[in-house]
């Protein structure tokens, strides 16, 4: 299986703060990353596939970049409806893996 | 919209099977992928499985002996079997749907406590 080493685990921001999350696979895994937010008691959703591709409807201060295994994921001008947390999933390979979560505060 | 819905029993007796059922509307299951994945209490996230628009199926190998997805077309629901259930099973068990190989549609997830 891949692992996905997630960092940090939480992490705390003002309003108007960029924030970065970074996730490394165990291999390489050719871009094929996507990145989730997930609020309590909510599903998760999705705002990013194939590292740098937003889904329709996630706002163009996400964005994420990488290749290889590192990849990372940012947050321009964080806003008060970003407080959630975040996953990374490698879909290259199966089984499918998630990184362990980035938790995000508000300072 | 495509929108899932987990139903299933909320407590589990370890050894027993955990069952649920994942209700699909606005798509049909005849179409792409459809899975289960679990989040535990601390966070973890682990995909478990999926059936296919063609009723194939792969699970991941940490539960490739205990695990069983299966599908009702008629009714546009596909189903997660566990057996054997531990403690270790505890969580909050989500159905999914992949289009493009991602997971984009989940639905709200249902808590699973596996106790006596």
């Known amino acids: 299986d891949i692992q996905m080493t997630q960092s940090p685990p939480s992490l705390s921001a003002s309003l108007g703060d960029k924030v970065t999350i970074t996730c490394q696979a165990s291999?390489?895994?050719?871009?094929?990353i996507a990145w989730y937010q997930q609020k309590p008691g909510k599903a998760p959703r999705l705002l990013i596939r194939?590292?740098?591709t937003l889904e329709s409807g996630t706002p163009s201060r996400f964005s994420g970049s990488g290749s290889g295994r590192d990849y990372s994921f940012s947050i321009s001008n964080v806003e008060s409806e970003d407080i959630a947390s975040y996953y990374c999933l490698q879909y290259d390979n199966l089984p499918w893996t998630f990184g362990g979560g980035t938790k995000l505060e508000l300072k | 919209e495509v929108q899932l819905q987990e139903s299933g029993p909320g407590l589990v007796k370890p050894s027993q099977s955990l069952s649920l059922t994942c209700s699909v509307t606005?798509?049909?299951?005849?179409?792409?992928?459809w899975g289960w994945i679990r989040k535990f209490p601390g966070n973890k996230m682990e995909w478990m499985g999926y059936?296919?628009?063609?009723?194939?199926?792969s699970y991941n190998p940490s539960l490739k002996s205990r695990i069983s997805i299966t599908r009702d077309t008629s009714k546009n629901q596909f189903f997660l079997q566990l057996n054997s259930v531990t403690t270790e099973d505890t969580a909050t068990y989500y159905c999914a749907s992949s289009f493009r190989r991602v997971w984009v549609y989940w639905g709200q997830g249902v808590m699973v406590t596996v106790s006596s």
């Open positions: 194939y590292t740098s």
């Open positions: 291999q390489n895994i050719n871009k094929y």
């Open positions: 059936i296919s628009y063609s009723g194939s199926t």
């Open positions: 606005g798509y049909s299951i005849t179409s792409n992928y």
